[in-house]
């Protein structure tokens, strides 16, 4: 077993140095193979391998510098550090790191599929994106959104889902309109209180900054300044997707997701999603991602049984007692 120890570490340089929620400490002890344990104003590395104590140490050093000069520390010079130690480059994909309004919260892409997607999305006004359940379809439109308006590039975050997905309408749905939707738009706002905060996501929209919408309460208007994001878009029909694709307005930008083997949509009915893929795959200024199962970032069992329900299988019945 090999140990260093790094002295005089300040407080003030402990938190921006290890990240928030202590991700760029994870992430050097996943890289090094080593414990890393901060006490008393000492940091202790600890490992089996001795170079790799030493890369970690230098790593530290450096990275404690950096904080010291600039007084943060950012996704993208913590890779840089790394891979100046050790001389391996680091991936293209995980050099552009996603801004969001949580201090030192930052989100970045981590598979070349992910990286391809939020290209096209800071290049395009019109992105579709269709991938399997864990792909980040969903959480890295919802991170751009949270970026454009930390950025002010835009006003308003619209985050729309179709609110029929198995026959019913919410006019049978139990309670007020918020109480009907909220069920069909969780997703899209579990991804957004992680990037902003649940009082501040409140706050946002009841200024309507953050706006959460059913497909159906789209027709009619007109969105400008504004980030407009369609989940589940596999359960639109072509009539909805043209509908929601036209309500763009002058500096806005829409985001289309879904999974096309996920469709919920009343027999011989064409999805929307596929029926614009085929309609808009040229035209200049829209851009198509397609995610597979290698960009599912989810528990590693997502993977396996994505793959099993793609894969051949038994259509034969079963008897149940």
Known sequence: MTEATISTVEPSVVLPLFGAKDQHLRRLRTKFKVDIIHRNGQVRIIGEDKEAVAQATEVIEQ??????????????????????????????????????????????????????YVDAIRKNDVVFAVGPAGS??????????????????????????????????????????????????????DAIHEMIGYDQVQQLIQRDVIEVCPLAYMR???????FIILDEAQNTTAPQMKMFLTRMGHSSKIVVSGDHTQIDLPPHTKSGLIDA?????????????????????????????????????????????
């Open 220 to 226: 009619g208007r007109t969105l400008n300044d504004s």
């Open 136 to 189: 980040g379809k969903t959480y890295l439109a919802v991170a751009m959104a949270v970026e454009a308006l930390k950025n002010q590039a835009v006003r308003k975050i619209v985050l729309v889902r179709p609110a029929v997905e198995a026959g019913e309408s919410l006019g049978f749905l139990p309670g007020d309109l918020q109480a009907k939707i909220n069920p069909y738009l969780r997703p899209l706002l």
């Open 277 to 321: 893929l085929q309609r808009l795959k040229n035209i200049t200024g829209i851009g198509i991602t397609k995610l597979s199962g290698q960009d599912i970032v989810r528990h590693k069992l997502v993977t396996d049984i994505v793959h099993a329900y793609d894969g051949p299988h038994d259509n034969g019945s079963t008897k149940q007692d």
């Open 63 to 116: 990275l404690a510098a950096i904080v010291r000069r600039r007084g943060n520390l950012t996704p993208s010079l913590f890779d840089q550090t790394i891979a100046r130690v050790t001389g391996v480059e680091v991936p293209e994909h995980s050099a552009e790191a996603i801004q969001t309004l949580q201090v030192g919260r930052e989100i970045r892409p981590r598979t070349e599929g992910q990286a391809k």
